[in-house]
């Protein structure tokens, strides 16, 4: 066991059964011309986000920690969006923004466009898995459950995008699923005004989780070595 610097304290961990759960970070969220660009929400921090997660990444895989990419994705006929009768198809953001400008239509969140993929800055190395996610949750719709207990994996650090919309709905299912969510509050970014980011921070670490930083982590990766 390895103790990780964290709030609101220190907990140990198990590295052998930890996994990076590397959410949504994609051109979508993360890039000029991306959808949420495209929609008008400020994206200039997570040039800073990706630097972040690059280094974290390399330490983690020399560590041996698992990681596992999740991505936002639609099948290009949109069968797993949900139709009217789905809150999911009133409320996501990309979905929306089709509907509402026909010369976006396929081209944001649509598996293999370019709006859908993982930033090249942090494309996914062998070994690395990619998880298609229908919905702000990675464990709705996916195998994500399955594969964490097969490789009998507890410990979940999350990084990210949006840190107030698809990383804490996956870190809170985390929480009920008995796993153990860990927020890296400096490789994760947020969409909306900033309270939305201290709530979600404030919300894992006295309520379903616990928040720690690069340094922290890269520090208990590192003690593996």
């Keep these: 066991m390895i103790k990780l610097s964290a709030r609101p304290d220190s907990i140990p961990i198990e590295l052998s059964r930890s996994a990076m759960i590397v959410v949504d970070m994609q051109n979508a969220?993360?890039?000029?011309?991306?959808?949420?660009d495209l929609h008008g929400a400020d994206v200039s921090q997570a040039a800073a986000v990706i630097d972040v997660n690059a280094k974290l990444l390399d330490t983690a895989r020399e560590a041996q920690v698992k990681v596992i990419y999740l991505a936002m994705t639609y099948q290009p006929d949109l069968s797993?969006?949900?139709?009217?009768?789905?809150?999911?198809y009133h409320k996501e953001l990309g979905l929306k923004l089709m509907r509402e400008r026909p010369e976006l239509s396929g081209k944001l969140l649509i598996d293999g466009?370019?709006?859908w993929q993982i930033v090249d800055e942090l494309k996914p190395q062998p070994g690395d898995l990619l998880i298609r996610k229908p919905?702000?949750?990675?464990?709705?719709?996916?195998?994500?459950?399955?594969?964490?207990?097969?490789?009998?994996?507890?410990f979940l650090f999350f990084s990210g995008i949006a840190t107030n919309i698809c990383v804490e709905s996956t870190a809170r299912d985390a929480?009920?699923?008995?796993?153990?969510?860990?927020?890296?509050?400096?490789?994760?970014?947020?969409?909306?005004?900033?309270?939305?980011?201290?709530?979600?921070?404030?919300?894992?670490e006295n309520i379903f989780g616990w928040v720690s930083d690069t340094a922290s982590v890269t520090t208990a990766f590192n003690a593996q070595r």
């Design 29 to 36: 969220f993360a890039k000029p011309g991306g959808m949420l």
């Design 135 to 154: 919905r702000y949750s990675g464990f709705v719709g996916t195998g994500l459950d399955n594969i964490l207990r097969n490789e009998d994996i507890r």
């Design 80 to 88: 797993d969006a949900g139709g009217p009768a789905s809150p999911n």
């Design 175 to 204: 929480f009920f699923g008995e796993y153990w969510p860990i927020l890296i509050e400096d490789a994760i970014n947020h969409t909306g005004p900033d309270f939305c980011r201290d709530a979600t921070l404030w919300n894992c």
């Design 113 to 115: 466009t370019w709006d």
